[in-house]
T-cell receptor, first 119, second 113 residues
């Protein structure tokens, strides 16, 4: 079946512009995550949705970052007034599980990412 | 707060040679542990995971990892590397009853012919 898709794959924005990044999760997946991966680093958690509810946004670096998942499927990460430090790959992941349990079946499925370059 | 350390930023290995990537975690209890691989332009792909039980876990593409509680380590190994294994490898953890992944900084593997 189809995996997680993200669009656009590449985005160049001038400093100060607003951008919107889209994530199409695997159909039926309850959980959706956004991660930010700076160059040469591992991904870092931004925010988490369970269906349409944003349950954790502790990783969002500033109030310029906003995410939504209005119908519990597609999600959009919006960055307002982009800054150079926002340049990174933004990864979306989905999962059919809500939490990791001793059953051991927990897994997140990642999209290819959107590479954002702010000039 | 939990953290993950991958001490080796780059590793170069000859094709056919063995590979071992190190991962150490810091957490109050045993978290659940994962290894992911990221090829250029690709998303993260899960290689293997450890939740409980046998401390030696087998994954895809001929990889295995060993959990050592006493050393807080979860090292990844492959007996014989193929050129297609050139990629970046990430160790990650999630706490029990949690869901967000905490990643290490990654190890980039270069395979020499």
């Amino acid at each position: 079946g189809a995996g997680v898709s993200q669009s656009p794959r590449y985005k160049v924005a001038k400093r100060g512009q607003d951008v919107a990044l889209r994530c199409d999760p695997i159909s039926g997946h309850v959980s959706l995550f956004w991660y930010q991966q700076a160059l040469g680093q591992g991904p870092e958690f931004l925010t988490y949705f369970q269906n349409e509810a944003q349950l954790d946004k502790s990783g969002l670096p500033s109030d310029r970052f906003f995410a939504e998942r209005p119908e519990g499927s597609v999600s959009t990460l919006k960055i307002q007034r982009t800054q150079q430090e926002d340049s990174a790959v933004y990864l979306c992941a989905s999962s059919p599980w809500v939490v990791a349990s001793p059953g051991g079946s927990y897994e997140q499925y990642f999209g290819p990412g959107t590479r954002l370059t702010v000039t | 707060a939990q953290s993950v350390t991958q001490p080796d930023i780059h590793i170069t290995v000859s094709e056919g040679a063995s590979l071992e990537l190190r991962c150490n975690y810091s957490y109050g209890a045993t978290p659940y542990l994962f290894w992911y691989v990221q090829s250029p332009g690709q998303g993260l792909q899960l290689l293997l995971k450890y939740f409980s039980g046998d401390t030696l876990v087998q994954g895809i593409k001929g990889f295995e990892a060993e959990f050592k509680r006493s050393q807080s380590s979860f090292n990844l190994r492959k007996p014989s590397v193929h050129w297609s294994d050139a990629a970046e490898y990430f160790c990650a953890v999630v706490r029990a009853a949690g869901n967000k992944l905490t990643f290490g900084g990654g190890t980039r593997v270069l395979v020499k012919p």
